[in-house]
């Protein structure tokens, strides 16, 4: 039986978990500058791109994180990753966007007998580690100057998408229909 992968040699939180607890102290500038560097360094971040979006659409800039919703949806398909694409369709809801089109979007990924979907099973999204930022924006960006820079990230993601179609998508229980 092989040995278990080993742990993280740092009891640091990674980027998502500190953005994440920085939001709930209701340091949303604090968070993005955080969550916006992570998707800088990596725009195709399914999970950086939802809390980009929401934060985003929290500090005013509604239609920049609804556009990032609609990009994190097709994002997280793409990686495998159900959840985060409907709860990206949740949030662009709750923003007051339509989010039939990326409900059907998963539809149409996850059903099944999809061209989409693998042989693969279902894993949970890989946890962040080393390849993280370090570091978040610098303090000087606050105000717009942050927002513009997070929806600049926001575009890089949706510039990063994937131009064809998955065809390994995980399976998903819950969509079986026999």
């Given at each position: 039986?092989?040995?278990?992968?080993?742990?993280?040699?740092?009891?640091?939180?990674?980027?998502?978990?500190?953005?994440?607890?920085?939001a709930c102290a209701g340091k949303l500038e604090e968070a993005l500058r955080w969550v916006a560097a992570e998707l800088n360094r990596d725009p195709t971040g399914s999970v950086a791109a939802l809390l980009t979006a929401r934060w985003v659409a929290e500090l005013g800039r509604e239609e920049a994180g609804l556009a990032g919703f609609?990009?994190?949806?097709?994002?997280?398909?793409?990686?495998?990753?159900?959840?985060?694409?409907?709860?990206?369709?949740?949030?662009?809801?709750?923003?007051?966007?339509?989010?039939?089109?990326?409900?059907?979007q998963i539809a149409k990924a996850y059903a099944e007998g999809s061209q989409s979907l693998g042989d693969r099973a279902m894993e949970p999204p890989a946890l962040g580690g080393g390849?993280?930022?370090?570091?978040?924006?610098?303090?000087?960006?606050?105000?717009?100057?942050l927002l513009d820079e997070a929806a600049?990230?926001?575009?890089?993601?949706?510039?990063?998408?994937?131009?064809?179609?998955?065809?390994?998508?995980?399976?998903?229980?819950?969509l079986r229909c026999r």
């Amino acid at each position: 039986m092989a040995a278990p992968p080993p742990l993280p040699t740092t009891n640091q939180p990674n980027v998502i978990d500190r953005a994440i607890a920085l939001a709930c102290a209701g340091k949303l500038e604090e968070a993005l500058r955080w969550v916006a560097a992570e998707l800088n360094r990596d725009p195709t971040g399914s999970v950086a791109a939802l809390l980009t979006a929401r934060w985003v659409a929290e500090l005013g800039r509604e239609e920049a994180g609804l556009a990032g919703f609609e990009t994190c949806v097709t994002r997280a398909i793409a990686a495998g990753q159900l959840p985060v694409a409907v709860a990206a369709c949740a949030e662009l809801r709750r923003f007051g966007g339509d989010a039939s089109k990326c409900y059907l979007q998963i539809a149409k990924a996850y059903a099944e007998g999809s061209q989409s979907l693998g042989d693969r099973a279902m894993e949970p999204p890989a946890l962040g580690g080393g390849q993280e930022v370090e570091q978040p924006l610098p303090d000087s960006f606050h105000g717009d100057l942050l927002l513009d820079e997070a929806a600049d990230a926001l575009s890089a993601a949706l510039q990063a998408l994937p131009k064809e179609a998955p065809s390994d998508l995980p399976q998903q229980p819950l969509l079986r229909c026999r």
